[in-house]
Every structure is written in structure tokens, then in C-alpha cells.
């Protein structure tokens, strides 16, 4: 059955065959990976289960040399040339017993593994060389679909989760290839952007120059004074993303991040009567977030990741997303590290709308005046060029008379330059 024998340290061990390290103090599963380890080992006698221990050997000559992912793969001497994609049988889902061991130093109190209705789950579970150990890392922070292992870079994985940067290089690509990444046809791009949701906003003009509302995949940025409408806009669509699809919502809940502490259920309960919904019920699926600190806010975005298919998720807003950094970030010399790290943020947050099918991404951000401007607008958009280009929608927000706000779109990749004229009342947003 077993491929190879191999004699080390007095004992007979056989390719495949798990054994006892002593330099390790622990189990291996394949001498041939281990290999440098071999003279330390000796057998091992699985007298409580040899059924196990069979299917096991089984198990590790149909995969031949397939690759292990526990977390020491990188430390281990690794035997040359174990393609992780080279062989069908490394697309097997891989049991490996060492990875008990590892498991055991896991704080895994709250992963919890049995999640087997999660589709997406399930499908990273099936990625070569995920063992429970791997799994529960991922899990852990937040990697719980291909789609946010694919589209993450592997600095950004590797600093959340500890794995090590080869399995993660090997877990990206796998993740890809699952998910058909590459390129495609603009046929295909038009049939994906024709069947993205969008949320409506209580104003018709404003849905208008939006072309349908607010739209999911996208980071929509709302900029402008203060009094413009922007906390108000996030007010009412936190509201209207649980409308039915039919009343122009996505019957999803909304996760408000508050950096301003502005957020205010009264205005909530005011716009929800004002759609004769049960303001009780719109009030709990709004989940909140109050952030202190430019490091919280952070923080926050990167918790969401977990939550988000758990709580049906539709719609994040964060008001404002520039407010901490530009308070906590002063002087000259701080930009460039305030900039590389607001980047870093937006980009959290692009991905999110990129990872999650029907999640729209909503900002509010300030202006800054610009003294060097004579003609037109001396108002722009405070964070400069790194805010500009890492949100996808921009709109520009200024008071008109009365209840009346303007908005007008400064950036966007599919819409003609326009305004909209539409109202803050009582009820909310409306024309
Ligand atoms: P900053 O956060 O200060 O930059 O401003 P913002 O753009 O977020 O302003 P916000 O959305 O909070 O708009 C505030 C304005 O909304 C107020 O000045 C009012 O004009 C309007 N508003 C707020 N509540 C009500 C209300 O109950 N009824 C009416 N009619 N207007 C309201
Ligand atoms: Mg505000």
C-alpha cells in the first residue's frame, strides 16, 4: 500500500504513514515532505483507530504529494517542486492529521467551522491544502469566501490572518482560477453591470442623474459644506435599503459608521413613518457603529467583513470618512502617511463592494477650500487625489433655497456630467 520505506532512527517508516518527530515533539504526515525530519522519527501505532489510519494511507497515496498547509509549511524544509495545482488530486480537499495539533493552539472560540450551509465557506474549505487549522485563520479574519481571498492582496491576508506568504500566494491564485478571473468579453461586463441592484435615494431627480439610485459594487462618495444634505442622504438610505426590490430597496440592513456623532434614530423613525414602515423594526436592522479614533474607524471596516453575510448586509455607510484623519493627522509632514493610510482604507472598502454581490458602499466626505482658485469652485473635496480616485461615484452636494439641496455629479465612469435639485424635509429626502 505504502510507496516507499524508508529506515530512520531505528524504525521502519513508511511514505505517507504518519510519524512521531522527535525533534518536533509532534506527528508528521508525509516522510517525503518532512524529509530532513525522517531521522527523527519513529513510528507511530494508531492502536485506538487502524480503520483510520488506513483510509488515511489511502487517503495520501491517491493524493500522491500533496502539498500540506499547516502553519509551518514555511519553516519546514519543503521537498522541491510540490506544485500546489499541478495534480488533480491536490484540488482534493486535504485531511491532514498534524493539523489537529496546530488547531489545538488556535484560539477558536469564536470560529465556528460547522457553518456547513455557508456556500462560500464550504468552497474555501475546498481550496487545496485548506486543513482545519488554515480554515480557521482564514475564517477568523474575515477571508470566509473565494471572492475575498481573490480580490485581497496577499500583504493585506498575511498581516490579518498570520499564514504565511507562499500558501496565500497558492490559496489567491487557487481562489482564482475557481472564480474564472481573467479576462472576459465587454458582453459579459455589460450583462453583469445590466443586473447591478441599486438602492433609490426618496428623490426621482436625484435617482435620475444617478441613472437608477445608488449603486451596489461601487464606493458612492456624497461631498460637500456643512447643511448640505450628506448625513441626511445616509439617514434615508439606511432606511430605504429595506425596502422591498419593488419599492426600489434590496431587503437588506444597512451598518452605519458614525464618525461624526451625528447618527439620529429620531431622524430614522421619522423617515421610516414617513414610508409607513414599522420604525421599530427598521431601527434594528440598522447596526451602528460609533467610531473615536481614525485607528477605530479602521477597525470597524475590517470587523464588517464578518458580518456582513451574516446580518444580509446591503448597504455601508461611513460619515464622514475623512473627519478623524484630517483631525488627527496635522502638519506637513504627516500627509503622506495620512494619505497612504486613508488610501488603504478606501480600498477596504472598495474591495467589500467588490466582494459581496449586492453591497453598496456610501462615504460623506467635507471640502476644503482651495485658495488658489479664482475662477469657479474655490470648494474641493478635502483628502485630494487619493479620496477622488478610491471611490467610484462622486457627488457634489451645495444648499439651494429652502429644504432644497443640489447635487451634482463631479466623477463618474458610466454618467453624464448633471445636477439635481431635491429637498430635506421632515419625512426625509424627497424632490
Ligand atoms: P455636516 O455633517 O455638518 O458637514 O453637514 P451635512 O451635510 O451632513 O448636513 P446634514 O445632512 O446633517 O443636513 C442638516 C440639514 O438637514 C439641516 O440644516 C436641515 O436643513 C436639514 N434637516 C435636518 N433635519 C430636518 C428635519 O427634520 N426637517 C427638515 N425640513 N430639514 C431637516
Ligand atoms: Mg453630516
Known sequence: MAKATEVSNGAQIEMGKPYFCQECKRNH???KIYKEHLKFATAIEDEENPDEMVSNNELDEENGEAADYDDNFEDIEVEENIDFLDTEDDLEDEENPDND????DIDDDDVNLDNGADAC???????????????????????NSLESIAYTPPSIIQE??????????????????KLNIGFKSAEDVWEHRRTIAKILTGSQELDDLLGGGIETGSVTEFFGEFRTGKTQLAHQLCVNVQLTREHGGLEGNALYIDTEGTFRPERIIQMADGLDLDHKQVLKNIIFGRAYNSDHQILLIKEAANIIKEKNIKLIIVDSIIGHFRSEYIGRGTLANRQQTINSHLH??????????????VVTNQVQSKPDVFYGNPLQAAGGNIIAHGSTIRIYLRKGKGEQRVAKIVDAPHLPEGEAVFSITENGITD
Open 101 to 104: 495539533e496546530i488547531a489545538d
Open 29 to 31: 504526515t508525509k516522510g
Open 160 to 177: 490579518e490572518s498570520g499564514l504565511g506568504e507562499k500558501t496565500i500566494v497558492k490559496l489567491i491564485k487557487s481562489s482564482m482560477d
Open 348 to 361: 477596504d472598502l472598495l474591495r467589500l463592494s467588490e466582494i459581496n454581490p449586492e453591497l453598496a458602499v
Open 121 to 143: 465557506v464550504e468552497a474555501v474549505k475546498k481550496l487545496p491544502g485548506v486543513g482545519e487549522a488554515t480554515l480557521k485563520k482564514l475564517i477568523k479574519s474575515g477571508f
